[in-house]
DNA sequence: CGTGTAAGGAATTCTGACACG
DNA sequence: CGTGTAAGGAATTCTGACACG
């Protein structure tokens, strides 16, 4: 995804009516999935909470595990594994990336 | 921009007092701007505004030429303007490429 | 023309709590 | 554990209007 795309998806600026609307959970559901730490919506200065694309789709796929009985417990660490993998997966590429680049400075070096 | 991301630029999920917040307009502005045709909310069951990224983009556009001194209605014609241009861009990128296409299809023909 | 403001009403959001299971 | 609900207060949003220039 486009950098600049990501700072709209992630912009926290739905207000809870909305969530709700969006994605079919209560506002006392969405407020106790914060309260398990599953999502951490923006506060403005009055206390609003706001919420961003990225989080909804969260709040989606927590729906769907719920229905499926999950916990939130469970679900918490679910989304922390994934959240390893990801960076992980990141790292590496990383590396490959600099062992690439160390290939070239060494064949560069050698001619 | 990747179409999947559009839909999130797009979406009107934005409520006026936020929208007020990112552009530094007064509510009172953002809706006087939308009597005069520059911007168009959606509205809810309720009837309140809801705002995209696209509208608080337009509406900064709108805040830099009013701050030069331009009319809404010079604004609105210039909107327009620019909507036409980019309209006939994208019928000359679909033009081209049914010309290529035309070509290749006669080249296969050919052999 | 573009924007401020006071007015009155209706819907939103927040928190802490009790309830049920 | 996960969710519903009533409670009270504070801030939001809406419209139509008068004001100024």
Not at 14 to 43: A, F, H, N
Not at 46 to 52: C, H, L, Q
Not at 66 to 89: N, P
């Amino acid at each position: 995804m486009n950098p600049q795309d990501r700072t709209y998806k992630d912009k926290k600026v739905i207000s809870i009516g909305t969530v709700s609307e969006l994605t079919g959970l209560t506002l006392r559901q969405i407020r106790y999935y914060e309260e398990r730490k599953l999502i951490s919506p923006y506060r403005n200065e009055r206390g609003t909470r706001k919420y961003s694309f990225t989080d909804i789709e969260t709040l989606m796929d927590i729906a769907d595990k719920r229905e499926d009985g999950v916990q939130t417990t469970e679900i918490l660490r679910e989304m922390r594994l994934k959240e390893k993998k990801r960076e992980s997966e990141k790292d590496l590429k990383k590396r490959m990336l600099q062992g690439q680049l160390n290939a070239q400075f060494k064949l560069g070096r050698g001619n």
